[in-house]
Nanobody, 119 residues
Framework: QVQLVESGGGLVQPGGSLRLSCAAS????????MTWYRQAPGKERELVAT????????NYADSVKGRFTISRDNAKNTVYLQMNSLKPEDTAVYTC????????????WGQGTQVTVSS
């Protein structure tokens, strides 16, 4: 069964840090481009960060550059999002996406994890 499961969300104070994980099962993550998205209440879904299948290239939304880092461990079939210097505007549901490098129909989503930044 193909599955992506996010974890690591929670409540954190402004300036704090969280590390999100996205664990894949039922498929081999090394053939997939991985992306973290987020969606805040009443807002459109936003691309946060992307990493290539080999992990040799990353891309970030301007709003998180210098604060967030996406990484992957293909041996563990897991992708991470390290979030530092968190701001209240980072509050959202964070969801990971896996898109196959050759077959666009192989496109999988996790269920999301809530991140709340508040004092």
């Amino acid at each position: 069964q193909v599955q992506l499961v996010e974890s690591g969300g929670g409540l954190v104070q402004p300036g704090g840090s969280l590390r999100l994980s996205c664990a894949a099962s039922g498929f081999t993550l090394s053939y997939y481009i991985m992306t973290w998205y987020r969606q805040a209440p009443g807002k459109e879904r936003e691309l946060v960060a992307t990493i290539t299948s080999a992990g040799d290239n990353t891309n970030y939304a301007d709003s998180v550059k210098g604060r967030f880092t996406i990484s992957r461990d293909n041996a563990k079939n897991t992708v991470y999002l390290q979030m530092n210097s968190l701001k209240p505007e980072d509050t959202a549901v964070y969801t990971c996406n896996a898109r196959h490098i050759a077959f666009s129909s192989r496109n999988y989503w996790g269920q999301g994890t809530q991140v709340t930044v508040s004092s």
